[in-house]
């Protein structure tokens, strides 16, 4: 089945601590996006990559670093930077550009601060 | 920047009614139009995309309309069911293209 996976779907990080989140696709799209999610906030881009080994700022990336080495493959690292990490994380992915194609979604981790 | 708004944030609707969820934005000058649907706790689904060619785009029991010149889409869900209890969101896409703004959603919940 071709989809997006995330792991771990929960996660418990202590302060000052980097976390990473996984993100796979095998829907051989070549933008993928990590956007966070608050309640009542909707939907905030937080980095974005349209080619392999190439990525860009979102609206907050402040806290948060990316890597892009493979076409399949866009970790988050969201780190002790990060004064407010707890939320929902949503990664998707794109066949092109946002605007002309259909993004789809992984299920999400939903990251929690102890 | 894109703003987008969605209203109604939440409504209750019995079971066979129509759904009419409404989306605006600021900037009319878009590429297309893309409604989501989002589950408790799980990832965005899309539903409807409809270019800024198009009047409107169906699928089903659901209809979107656009009408760019006014920065406003609606969503028809028609003859509702419990099985459409979830978030809606929509989102107009920004910054050359290569961004997508959301909207916070409208919250359905469709009473047996």
């Known amino acids: 089945d071709g989809g997006i996976t995330q792991s771990p779907k929960y996660l418990f990080r202590k302060e000052g601590q980097n976390v990473t989140l996984s993100c796979e696709q095998n829907?051989?799209?070549?933008?993928m996006y990590w956007y966070r999610q608050d309640p009542g906030q909707g939907l905030r881009l937080i980095y974005y990559?349209?080619?392999?080994?190439?990525?860009q700022k979102g609206d907050i990336a402040e806290g948060y670093s990316v890597s892009r080495e493979k076409k399949e493959s866009f970790p988050l690292t969201v780190t002790s930077a990060q004064k407010n990490p707890t939320a929902f994380y949503l990664c998707?992915?794109?066949?092109?550009?946002?605007?002309?194609?259909?993004?789809?979604f992984g299920p999400g981790t939903r990251l929690t601060v102890l | 920047k894109q703003e987008v708004t969605q209203i109604p944030a939440a409504l209750s609707v019995p079971e066979g009614e129509n759904l009419v969820l409404n989306c605006s934005f600021t900037d009319s000058a878009i590429y297309n139009l893309q409604w989501f649907r989002q589950d408790p706790g799980k990832g965005l689904t899309s539903l409807l995309l409809i270019q800024s060619s198009q009047r409107e785009q169906t699928s089903g029991r659901l209809n979107a309309s656009l009408d760019k010149s006014s920065g406003r889409s609606t969503l028809y869900i028609a003859a509702s069911q419990p099985g459409d209890s979830a978030t809606y969101l929509c989102a107009v896409p920004y910054y050359g293209n290569n961004r997508l703004a959301f909207g916070k959603g409208n919250q359905v919940v469709v009473i047996p």
């Open positions: 998707a992915s794109s066949k092109g550009q946002a605007a002309r194609d259909t993004q789809y």
């Open positions: 829907l051989n799209h070549d933008a």
């Open positions: 990559s349209q080619i392999v080994n190439d990525f």
